[in-house]
């Protein structure tokens, strides 16, 4: 079938759905829905038989629903409606929700239903979930309305039907002295990445991203008690959260904003404050971006990094943890999160804010080739890259590091770098070609489109492809790292891992690898008139594109990475996280 995506921008979820429509042979074009016009013309010149709207902040116009089939995907069950639905969901502390497919109409979320499909909604922040188990749910309620709408089936009428409003920052604010740390948590996930709770601290006015519990410290309600990895931690009225990033209200006539780590973004507002070790201890409820645990032969290294971006210090620091991870007696080592993503690679919004953008990018990419660097010469225990959720771009080559990589089946990969004008580094000349291939790493990069997990392994980018929930994965990766272990092949596979390094160190070693790659990046870091920098700029202030990339608005179809349907010269584009 051939199908038109529409969308607001190219998110984890409309890259979902492109992918694994694809990979089921359907011919596929996204349009972004800049205008009205814009939409209605794609519509003409797609001609589709189908238009599905994953991710649309506003409505499909009544000329294009009105000549062919639109279904919409609304993040709540059937009779819900509403442009905030999730967020209302999340800070009423709802248990249960779901995903419905509805048929575009004149009333927004008021169409026939084509398929709902439920699922578990527990207590984490709105973007995990919405990557997770709504967009799981939003997968399944996509493919059952498009097998139903190819076989002839007759939607049903909605009979009852809840209209909520758009839930504002009157809705979200947090009154540090009356609210319960459970009000405030809810509060802080449900609008954790966008568009965050609007507050004061330290005189000046914050949007506060992300919010995690904490056992232990307690101090004045408001209060800011301690910091830790960048975060910060900030008494309730019974209790305390952790609040890692925060984003400074936009100033009339000034440029957008960027997040960043609540304690740089602080900067010399910041009292002097108790800094916590990164590595907090076990069996507390309290925040950390890096954990290690160990069962057995088999060490976890889990990391989760804010959007799937890491800077400068968080390399670093993921780097002496993984040293230390090395020291311990394991045989296996398990790296990655328990859920969400696994990484995205450098961090754009780090480098944006700061005084050399050129010399952070640098700093930056050389923390993340160093981090890379250890895992692939790590060869006395086996080095599993476990992918719990999504990965772009370096952080797609931190997991090809490893010896064995696997993605949980919801996971979506983006192996490339072009859509943000680099070249690339993390020894992606080494591992991309090593896994598939030369011909296969230069569509890759050249067509820069998402990938799921099962094309990916067909591909061999990826080694297991894992079915199972979010809340699931770590424990069954934990499972099938302990087989791993106990195999008798595992010694001799290290023996062979030790002799394929030292054989490839002598044809042509790692460090030739990453210096073509660094002197390419170097080269795009320091001029000024590079794409990447305007690109940069764009993607962390969430600029409206002009247009939709031709990369993703070309007809492609069947499986993920063949060749695309139609022509037009490569273009640097933007994808969103």
């Known amino acids: 079938m051939h199908i038109l995506l529409v969308a607001s921008a190219f998110n984890s979820l409309t890259q979902r759905v492109h992918a694994e429509l694809r990979d089921r042979g359907h011919t596929v074009a996204v349009e972004l829905a800049l205008s009205a016009d814009s939409l209605t013309n794609a519509a003409s010149r797609h001609a589709p038989e189908l238009v599905i709207a994953p991710m649309l902040r506003t409505a499909i116009p009544r000329q294009v629903w009105t000549t062919r089939p639109c279904f919409v995907v609304h993040p709540g069950p059937v009779g819900d409606r509403g442009p905030s639905s999730l967020d209302w969901a999340i800070q009423e502390g709802a248990e249960q929700w ?40 939003a997968l399944a309620a996509v493919l059952l309305a498009v097998e139903r709408f190819a076989s002839g089936y007759r939607p049903l009428r909605q009979e009852a039907a809840r209209t909520r409003p758009y839930l504002d920052q009157s809705v979200r604010t947090i009154d540090w002295n009356t609210d319960p740390t459970a009000t405030v948590l809810c509060r802080l996930r449900a609008a954790d990445s966008r568009p965050g709770v609007l507050d004061t601290l330290l005189g000046e006015e914050w949007y ?79 925040w950390t971006d890096i954990r290690y645990r160990e069962e057995g032969s088999v060490g976890c ?108 089946a919801g996971c979506v990969l983006n192996p490339h770098y072009r859509l943000m004008g680099l070249y690339g ?64 092949g595992t010694r001799s596979r290290l023996a062979s891992k030790k002799a394929d390094l030292e054989r490839q160190e002598t044809i042509e070693p790692l460090s030739a690898f990453r210096a073509r790659e660094l002197a390419e990046m170097h080269r795009i870091f320091h001029d000024p008139d590079a794409p990447y920098h305007a690109l940069r700029r764009a993607f962390v202030r969430k600029e409206k594109p002009l247009c939709t990339p031709p990369h993703i608005a070309l007809a492609t179809g069947g499986r993920t990475g063949a060749d695309p349907v139609g022509s037009g010269n490569p273009t640097t584009g933007r994808t969103a996280p």
């Open 301 to 408: 290294l889990s990391f989760s990094f804010p959007s799937g971006a890491m800077n400068t210090s968080q390399c670093r620091r993921l780097l002496d943890a993984y040293r230390e991870a090395c020291a311990r007696p394991t045989s296996v080592l398990v790296l990655g999160g328990r859920r969400d993503f696994f990484s995205n690679g450098i961090h754009l919004g780090v480098i944006e804010a700061a005084e050399d953008p050129a010399a952070e990018s640098w700093a930056n990419i050389n923390a993340m080739d160093d981090l890379v660097e250890a895992v692939l010469r790590t060869t006395d225990r086996l080095v599993v890259a476990a992918l719990a959720g999504n990965a772009a771009a370096g952080g797609v080559m931190l997991a090809l590091a490893a010896d064995e990589v696997w993605c949980r």
């Open 425 to 488: 580094s993390e020894y992606w000349t080494y591992t991309l070609p090593h896994r598939v291939g030369a011909a296969a790493a230069d569509r890759l990069m050249h067509e820069a489109l998402p990938m799921s997990a099962v094309s990916a392994r067909r591909l061999g980018l990826v080694d297991r492809v894992v079915e199972c929930g979010p809340q699931d994965f770590a424990a069954e990766a934990g499972r099938l790292a302990a087989r791993l272990a106990s195999l008798p």
């Open 208 to 286: 506060l991203h992300g919010g995690h519990p904490e056992d232990v410290l307690r101090g004045t309600p408001g209060e800011l008690l301690a910091t830790r990895a960048g975060a910060i931690c900030r008494a309730t009225k019974d209790g305390a959260v952790w609040i890692p990033e925060l984003r400074r209200r936009r100033r009339p006539g000034h440029p957008a904003t960027v997040k960043l780590p609540a304690v740089q973004a602080l900067g010399d507002l910041l009292p002097a404050l108790p800094r916590l070790p990164a590595l907090a201890g076990p069996g507390l409820r309290t």
């Open 98 to 137: 779901g995903v419905t497919v509805l048929q575009a109409e004149e009333v927004m979320d008021a169409g026939a239903v084509w398929a709902s499909v439920a699922c578990p909604l527990p207590p984490l922040a709105k973007s995990d979930l919405y990557r997770n188990e709504i967009a799981d749910a």
